[in-house]
């Protein structure tokens, strides 16, 4: 579910700025270029503080929490005037995309580390139509919570990410309890 961000990112605030807004429609693509250079800058920051499959359930779960107030962020810019507006939602773009970065960094990590050695691509299988259901439901939640109802309809994204982030230690946990042992092959 944390996959719901990237519609965030790529529906929410763009129809945002247009509907919602009085920020002028540029600031779309000046967070589309701040996404990109934070996202080139900090990616392989991000994991290095993933090392094993507790510390990426804690990346995901600080990524959630990110993502939840890049939410509540973003709420804030309806109406204020256009120059704080666009201020107020690069920000949100800069809470977002720490957000994703931290989930990136966190996926991947546990997709790898928790798959059956023997069946790695079945593994990747999974994790890959998982995040495609979230890129699949992304539009429709984005569009008929926060573009639908306003300020407070941002709260349902936000609690989603909250959720999921913290969902992720609880989950790691028994993904480890079930993981085979590995064998020593040397």
């Keep these: 579910m944390l996959a719901v961000q990237f519609a965030v990112f790529s529906v929410g605030i763009p129809l945002w700025v247009v509907q919602e807004t009085e920020a002028p429609r540029a600031v779309v693509a000046g967070a589309m270029i701040l996404n990109t250079v934070l996202v080139v800058a900090f990616q392989v920051r991000a994991t290095r503080g993933t090392h094993d499959p507790r510390s990426a359930a804690r990346a995901c779960r600080t990524s959630g929490l990110l993502l939840a107030v890049s939410c509540a962020v973003i709420a804030v810019s309806h109406g204020l005037p256009a120059a704080a507006a666009a201020l107020v939602l690069l920000a949100a773009v800069v809470l977002q995309t720490a957000g994703e970065v931290l989930s990136q960094a966190g996926g991947w990590l546990l997709s790898y580390d928790l798959a059956d050695p023997a069946a790695t691509g079945a593994y990747q299988g999974v994790f890959n139509a ?57």
């Design 130 to 186: 998982g995040s495609s259901a979230g890129f699949m439901v992304g539009p429709a939640v984005v569009t008929a919570t926060a573009l639908a109802h306003g300020p407070a309809g941002w709260a349902v994204p936000a609690a989603l990410f909250v959720a999921a982030g913290a969902a992720m230690a609880p989950a790691v946990r028994w993904a480890e309890r079930r993981r085979p042992a590995v064998q020593d092959r040397s």
